[in-house]
């Protein structure tokens, strides 16, 4: 299989007032979907992703799709609509799995539907470290309440990495390549988390804010990586996973060419990923899976799924003012 980037649409409910997929997308039941080898160059992109000028011309023309981007894609993320109560027609995406062991060990399959709303809303998460700031308290010094997730993205929407390790080399790589466009994320209106699945104090300490600023949150249920395996959790063996997986090596020496400290301390058997989740309930706009060690959503994707926020409530706004106008005009 080429090197590429696998994105799955799913119009989840025709309630929804969403039209039909595009016919490049229009498929036999079961039979999976492959974005065309155009996005080769945007997997090449994120393996040298520390120099980000495609990234910075992206952010310039929101508007405009990049040539790494499949048209198909940006067809289907024009039609998010931000409003409380709406399904998305979410995309669901992973790296291609390639042959392990000369194709005698299989990669663990995935799920295709995005995860629903009632799996993550009422989450139990404790945080652990608030949003960086100088002068701040490096850690939360009393255990604070567990709240629902819903909390979090209450009034605006939020980017959530979860973290297969944080003193892994390569999860440590992704969460600082992604806290780094933090200025973007805020003038699009995004929070960043950070979700662990395990709590050892020293790795937290280790890993905020170095590599990530922004506030981390514990998932003692292991709830968000049970939703992004569709209700149990991604597992993979370091000898199938890693040795055998030459996508998973090249995952690595990205990382390791990025000259990130590691440790070994911890549960990393646990596969990651990334949520992207609108305001309110809205649901999940885009679930990324890391279905090999180190893989990380591409960041141009993510502030482009992002964009559509920020221009779908600006639409909104401008209508608002619309209407007022010609009630004022009325009266």
């Known amino acids: ?160 990495l979860c973290i297969r390790r944080p003193g892994c080399i390569m999860c440590r790589a992704e969460a600082h390549q992604l806290y780094t466009k933090k200025p973007i994320f805020d003038a699009l209106g995004v929070q960043l988390f950070a979700v662990l699945h395990e709590h050892i104090e020293s790795e937290v300490k280790d890993f905020w804010p170095r590599y990530w600023g922004g506030a981390v949150l514990f998932d003692r249920g292991m709830e968000f990586f049970k939703a992004l395996g569709g209700g149990k959790l991604l597992k993979d063996k370091f000898i199938s996973g890693f040795l055998f997986n030459p996508r998973a090596i090249a995952n690595y020496k990205r990382a390791k060419a990025m000259e990130v400290d590691q440790n070994f301390k911890g549960e990393g058997e646990i596969k990651g990923g990334l949520f992207i989740v609108g305001k309110g309930k809205s649901g999940v706009a885009y679930q990324f899976i890391e279905r090999n060690f180190g893989d990380w959503a591409p960041t141009a994707e993510v502030v482009e799924i992002c964009t559509h926020f920020q221009n779908q409530q600006r639409s909104q706004f401008e209508s608002t003012n619309s209407i007022q106008g010609e009630e004022q005009v009325g009266f």
């Open 1 to 160: 299989m080429k090197r590429g980037h696998i994105a799955r649409f799913m119009d989840r409910t025709s309630a929804c007032g969403i039209g039909p997929l595009p016919a490049s997308y229009s498929l036999p039941a079961r039979k999976r979907s492959t974005i065309p080898s155009r996005n080769n160059s945007m997997y090449k992109s994120e393996l040298s992703s520390v120099n980000s000028r495609k990234l910075q011309s992206v952010t310039k023309s929101p508007g405009r799709s990049s040539a790494g981007y499949d048209l198909s894609l940006e067809q289907s993320k024009a039609t998010f609509k931000i409003k409380d109560g709406h399904v998305y027609k979410g995309i669901v995406a992973a790296m291609p799995a390639e042959p392990r062991a000369c194709g005698c060990v299989q990669p663990p399959e995935i799920v295709e539907d995005v995860a629903p709303y009632s799996s993550i809303e009422n989450i139990s998460i404790q945080k652990l470290t608030p949003e960086y700031k100088i002068g701040v308290e490096r850690l939360v010094k009393t255990s604070t309440p567990p709240m629902k997730a819903s909390e979090l993205w209450r009034e605006k929407p939020a980017i959530l």
